[in-house]
């Protein structure tokens, strides 16, 4: 079965430290996307990344960073120089093709960035 | 991309109303979603609708009531609702959500739902 573990329920840094948030997930697929995104005090989730199970090279945005590794099943996201504004949930999740719409979301890590 | 809009933001209602959700999509996408968003809970994915047409209904109860007119709208019509669907429910949209296709989701800002 599918599943997305986010272990990481809350983190709190300082602004400016880096901070990294864990995602692992479950799938007998060969084929499958991963996900982030966040979501501000405002509510909507905002898409941050997609990556398919195909393309394993890290990418980087700015100050946010992406590292999938298929060996040990993780998904981590990691920001740079993290900001106050960085403050929000963010929530891994999975899908899979053969799975026709659904995404399979983790429960969220609450990332809160003090001044 | 924010082309996804629900109105109201929040919605107080007694057991016995009945209210509707609005979902808009500005994207010119084919799929819509309706997620729940529980306190502590993963979102829950509670239909889906592709090309106006309902591919999952993902056991919710019959007291949740979707209605996809065309591609752009979606609405949840809410009658006789318990106070544990109090939650945030969240509207998507993707380009197509058919089989082998894996379009990114955009979320709307959710309606905030209590159910007093």
């Known amino acids: 079965a599918q599943k997305v573990t986010q272990a990481q329920t809350e983190i709190s840094v300082v602004e400016k430290e880096d901070v990294t948030l864990d995602c692992v997930y479950e799938?007998?697929?060969?084929?499958?996307?991963l996900f982030w995104y966040k979501q501000p005090p405002s509510g909507e989730l905002v898409f941050l990344i997609r990556?398919?199970?195909?393309?394993?090279q890290n990418e980087i945005s700015g100050r946010y960073s992406w590292n999938f590794q298929k060996s040990t099943s993780s998904f981590n996201f990691t920001i740079t120089a993290s900001q106050v504004v960085d403050s929000a949930v963010y929530f891994c999740?999975?899908?899979?093709?053969?799975?026709?719409?659904?995404?399979?979301f983790g429960t969220g890590t609450r990332l809160q960035v003090f001044p | 991309e924010t082309g996804v809009t629900q109105t109201p933001r929040h919605l107080v209602m007694g057991m016995t109303n009945k209210k509707s959700l609005k979902c808009e999509q500005h994207?010119?996408?084919?799929?819509m979603y309706w997620y729940k968003q529980s306190a502590k809970k993963p979102l829950e994915l509670m239909f889906v609708?592709?090309?106006?047409?309902?591919?999952e209904n993902n056991s919710v109860p019959s007291r949740f009531s979707p209605e996809c007119p065309n591609s752009s709208h979606l609405f949840l019509h809410l009658h006789t609702l318990q106070p544990e669907d109090s939650a945030l429910y969240l509207c998507?949209?993707?380009?197509?959500?058919?089989?082998?296709?894996?379009?990114?989701?955009?979320f709307g800002p959710g309606t905030r739902l209590t159910v007093l």
């Open positions: 998507a949209s993707s380009q197509d959500g058919g089989l082998d296709s894996t379009d990114t989701q955009y």
């Open positions: 799938t007998r697929d060969t084929t499958y996307y």
């Open positions: 990556r398919n199970s195909f393309d394993e």
């Open positions: 999740a999975l899908s899979e093709p053969d799975n026709t719409d659904k995404l399979i």
């Open positions: 994207l010119g996408h084919n799929a």
């Open positions: 609708y592709n090309f106006k047409e309902q591919t």
